[in-house]
């Protein structure tokens, strides 16, 4: 069984509301879907999203890298697991970076060999825990209306909170964090996310010191990403757990930060890694090493969210997930299912996600096909 074809769809996924974190916003979220055709019939489906601050990618560019450098060189490969290796190995050839383009190939590959196989992917990558929950994601706001929509959340049935901080002086982000964990009142983790906002040891340090006993599970990539160094100073200042995000690019990385002891937790993303492959392989590197695992989201469609969640569910050290994009979007091209505050994972084989053909159609702004040449 080989790939023969290729269809690259570049949608607007629209949000209900504006999405904020430190250093960007965004009123409808680009991305990339890739659907690969077998010359037996299967169809899989993948999903990159780039983001320019964190991966080095723009959407447009994504779709120019696999119309005409990636998806040639996947065309022809046998549709087998033994495949996953030297696919890729050619990718890494072919060309540097571009994770996220990298992701919808290994997705939609992965995708393929469940159906093929007649399993769900989790089982594929190893097992299946089916108990997966999900925080409700909270954008950077003002301090009152971060706390209501923490109460809402908890409400609705949510049992913990993220929300993002990283605008502005660090003492409105203390006050950001304070009203939300007071709304709480340890009735849940509130785990907070800087994206890089405090950008410096010193001033990051400042600020977790006021965050000690107040209910913070953990702070997220506090200062600039790749600054390893500083983010381990700012571990052995911390009274709460650190963990890396945007530094934790792939297993190099996740190497350097456990060496530093820069982190308690990493945040594995599958557009950061170039898919599910190097992701597992992350994870279980996180294990040996005693650092514990979240599987982060880059705001993805029901497709690349069911991915990480397979993930999630066949790695007993991947203790939490922050797979929420379906729910920001006012239209979705997926079917995945959330009941706050779990996610039920598709039995169907493969990723088990039915794409609405007429919602792709209705969200897409380009289309290109790639054809195997004979």
């Known amino acids: 069984m080989r790939i023969e074809r290729a269809v690259i769809h570049h949608i607007h996924l629209p949000l209900r509301q504006p999405f904020v974190i430190s250093y960007a916003r965004w009123e409808a979220m680009p991305s990339v879907v890739v659907e690969l055709h077998t010359d037996d019939g299967l169809v899989g489906w993948g999903e990159g999203v780039a983001d320019e601050f964190v991966t080095g990618e723009t959407t447009a560019a994504s779709v120019e890298v696999l119309e005409h450098v990636l998806l040639p060189e ?34 939609a590959f992965h995708d393929l060999l469940g159906q093929q196989a007649g399993l769900v992917v989790c089982d594929l990558l190893g097992g299946r825990d089916d108990d997966l929950t999900y925080p409700s994601v909270i954008s950077i706001g ?80 506090p200062i ?33 930060i456990i060496a530093a002891r820069a982190a308690d937790l990493v945040n594995i993303k599958v557009m950061k890694t170039a898919g599910l492959h190097k992701a597992a392989q992350m994870a279980g590197i996180a294990d040996a090493a005693g650092v514990g695992v979240q599987i982060g989201s880059m705001v993805e469609s029901s497709v690349a969210s069911a991915a990480g969640f397979h993930l999630a569910a066949a790695r007993t050290v991947i203790g939490s997930t922050e797979l929420t994009g379906p729910l920001l979007f006012s239209d979705d091209i997926g079917d995945l299912t959330y009941t706050p505050p779990r996610v039920h994972l598709p039995t169907r084989p493969g990723l088990g996600v039915n794409v609405d053909l007429d919602a792709l159609e209705r969200l897409r702004i380009t289309r290109r096909e790639v054809v195997r040449q004979t």
């Open 142 to 221: 003002e301090p009152e209306e971060m706390a209501a929509q923490a109460e809402r959340a908890l409400s609705s049935g949510f049992s913990a909170i993220k929300i993002k901080v990283g605008q502005g002086e660090w003492r409105t982000d203390v006050a950001r964090i304070r009203a939300v964990c007071e709304a709480v009142d340890h009735r849940a983790p509130v785990r907070v996310d800087v994206n890089q906002g405090w950008s410096t040891p010193a001033v990051a340090i400042q600020a977790v010191r006021e965050l000690g006993g107040i209910g913070v599970a953990w702070v997220e990539e």
């Open 74 to 107: 996947v065309l022809g490969h046998d549709l087998r697991p033994a495949e996953l290796q030297r696919l890729h190995a050619v990718m890494a050839a072919r060309i540097g970076g571009n994770p996220s383009a990298k992701a919808a190939i290994d997705i």
């Open 224 to 256: 600039a990403m790749g600054d390893i160094a500083g983010l381990a100073e700012v571990r052995r200042h911390s009274p709460v757990p650190i963990m890396a995000d945007e530094s934790c690019q792939g297993p190099a990385t996740l190497l350097s």
